[in-house]
């Protein structure tokens, strides 16, 4: 049964750098088959994709988000990792890591709320 | 960026009613277009993909169709866990969500 855990820490200053990790079971993020992505949701409103990693480690992000985002892989974990530069208010929001391809995004972390916050 | 519109925003219900979720595409997605339902607290759940073919596990109450830039949810009998949030996204262009419709009693 694959799994995904993110993990990270829960509050942020304003201006710094907001870091989470996607922990994956039951499946190899290597497998070249999927793309593992970051989608979020600020506190009441719609859904975020935020980017993408397929093997390899190439990646996709948002364009609104390009200039602040970097995603990485560590394989010999199997994890997969966000950051996101000069955060403010407007970053706060539940953050998901989740896996996707041509059905969707099938398998989603359960989700971790990131407040930026002085 | 291709842009998703949903409606209405609010569709008030009841258990038994069959009810129809509108996506709208700013362009032609062709049939990338996946549909998700979404509980409080909870991680989104895949329910349709690629337009009309439903995800592991997803009763058949709930069905998709369209292609190009207009799409539906149907759900033929309301349960009582199916009031939530549904979203439709796109993968024809990158991916991107529509902003919800929230299913409500």
């Known amino acids: 049964q694959l799994q995904l855990q993110e993990s990270g820490p829960r509050l942020v200053k304003p201006s710094e750098t907001l870091a989470l990790t996607c922990s994956v079971s039951?499946?190899?993020?290597?497998?070249?088959?999927?793309?593992w992505g970051w989608i979020r949701q600020p506190p009441g409103k719609g859904l975020e994709w935020i980017g993408s990693?397929?093997?390899?480690?190439?990646?996709q992000y948002n364009a609104s988000l390009k200039s602040r985002v970097t995603m990485s892989v560590d394989t010999s974990k199997n994890q997969f990792s966000l950051k996101l530069t000069s955060v403010t208010a407007a970053d706060t929001a539940v953050y998901y890591c989740a896996r996707h391809g041509p059905r969707g995004f099938d398998y989603w972390g359960q989700g971790t709320l990131v407040t930026v916050s002085s | 960026e291709i842009v998703l519109t949903q409606s209405p925003a609010t569709l008030s219900s009841s258990p038994g009613e069959a009810v129809t979720l509108s996506c709208r595409a700013s362009?032609?997605?062709?049939?990338?277009l996946a549909w998700y339902q979404q509980k409080p607290g909870q991680a989104p759940r895949l329910l349709i993909y690629d337009a009309s073919n439903r995800a592991t596990g997803i009763p058949a109450r709930f069905s998709g169709s369209g292609s190009g830039t207009d799409f539906t949810l149907t759900i033929s009998s309301l349960e009582p866990e199916d009031f939530a949030v549904y979203y439709c996204?796109?993968?024809?262009?990158?991916?991107?969500f529509g902003q919800g419709t929230k299913v409500e009693v």
């Open positions: 039951g499946a190899s993020i290597s497998s070249g088959t999927y793309y």
């Open positions: 990693m397929y093997e390899r480690g190439s990646t």
């Open positions: 996204q796109q993968r024809y262009n990158w991916w991107t």
């Open positions: 362009q032609n997605v062709n049939n990338y």
